[in-house]
């Protein structure tokens, strides 16, 4: 089982006990959690050595702060803890994003996949039900404004599902996602042609 130390930095006591509940239910991991003040971080912004993620609030934090901590914890994943829209160069900054409004199993998923080294493309069985409603929705042209309107999340949350689904079966373009769904049976012949 592998143990993570996960700091989190939020001023939010709910955000870090939900952040925290949430992990905790992980399975294949232990984990062990620390928060630091914001403040704290942007005055100096060093991580413990142990350190293997950073949950960091982006209200709470200067993008110079989350710079820094990349230069000086290379290895840390840095992950984006939002609760509103932000712009898409500004999520590109970290290496997962996860919202307030994501469910259980999103947020587990998101953690867990940035320590998942899958050398082999992935199958359907290993996508969530939501991933493959994604799918369906970049295979039949929608924008990710529609996908978002359609499955009730933000599009923020679509982003972040299109990353992990890049993540997890290596292919980076619709006509490749097109090919593995026709081939997956996620999607027919006649439904793409609607």
């Known amino acids: 089982m592998r143990h993570l130390n996960v700091i989190l930095c939020t001023p939010s006591p709910i955000e ?8 905790r239910n992980i399975r294949e991991m232990s984990i062990s959690f620390r928060a630091i003040d914001p403040a ?11 350190a293997d993620i950073f949950i960091g609030d982006p ?5 110079d702060t989350i710079h820094a901590l990349r230069q000086s914890s290379p290895k840390v994943k840095i992950v984006l ?14 290496d997962a994003s996860i919202s307030i409004y994501d469910s259980e199993a999103t947020i587990q998923q998101s953690i867990t996949s940035l320590f998942n080294n899958r050398k082999s ?12 409603e994604i799918i369906i ?9 529609e996908i978002a309107a359609h499955c009730n999340v933000s599009v923020n949350t679509v982003m972040t599902h299109r990353r992990n689904i890049a993540a997890k079966l290596e292919i980076h373009s619709a006509a490749g996602l097109t090919v ?14 609607e």
């Open 59 to 63: 209200l709470a934090l200067h993008a």
């Open 81 to 94: 803890l939002y609760h509103t829209a932000l712009p898409q160069h500004y999520v590109k900054a970290f």
């Open 40 to 50: 704290a971080l942007a005055n100096a912004p060093v991580l413990p050595a142990n």
């Open 16 to 23: 870090f006990n939900g952040i925290c509940s949430i992990l």
């Open 137 to 145: 929705g970049v295979v039949k042209g929608l924008s990710n404004k």
């Open 180 to 193: 593995y769904a026709l081939m997956s049976n996620l999607i027919t012949l006649d439904e793409l042609s």
């Open 121 to 132: 493309t992935g199958s359907a069985s290993e996508l969530t039900q939501r991933e493959k």
